[in-house]
């Protein structure tokens, strides 16, 4: 049987490969939601993909701040969160924070030459802070795991 040591040192190694790859696909279909959605319809499938969009950032934001592992044993989960790990993820979720305070000025540097709605503009902060915090979270892992 796995022991809760071996089920972190797993889970640690699962979760700094996907973390890029997660936070690639949060950019990436940003972008295809960005440029494909129709930002003034007020139809049941506008709204539809309003929830469905709000579920998975609402998804992604407690996965960065928990750390994942809500399967694994209390124990393993405790492991695999370990000090580097949570340094990383802090250190993730400040460079998250300040793309999103970086990616504000450009929707407000931009407004004035082509005005976004507003919806449109928290999908695209959201969307860049998660999406980078991701990034940030599996680089620092990998690099931290060897």
């Known amino acids: 049987m796995v022991d809760d ?25 940003q972008q295809g939601v960005v440029f494909a959605w129709d930002w003034g319809s007020t139809s049941s499938g506008a709204l539809l993909q309003v ?15 928990s750390g994942g592992g809500w399967f694994l044993p209390r124990k393993a989960r405790a492991l695999a969160n370990d000090e580097p790990t949570r340094a990383n993820r802090d250190r993730a979720v400040k460079i998250g924070f300040v793309v999103a305070i ?21 999908h695209i902060v959201a969307s860049m802070g998660l999406g980078t915090a991701f990034v940030a979270l599996g680089m620092g892992e990998l690099f931290s795991n060897g």
Do not use: H, N, Y
């Not at 089920?7 to 690639?24: D, M, N, S, V």
């Not at 929830?51 to 701040?65: G, H, P, S, T, Y």
């Not at 970086?102 to 928290?122: E, G, H, N």
């Open 5 to 29: 040591f071996e089920t972190a040192e797993q889970f640690g190694k699962t979760r700094a490969l996907a973390a890029p790859f997660i936070g690639a696909l949060i950019l990436a279909l």
């Open 51 to 65: 929830a469905v969009w709000l579920f998975f950032a609402v998804i992604m934001l407690v996965l960065l701040l």
């Open 102 to 122: 970086v990616t504000c000025f450009l929707v407000v540097a931009v407004s004035p030459f082509d005005p976004l709605p507003a919806q449109r503009a928290a």
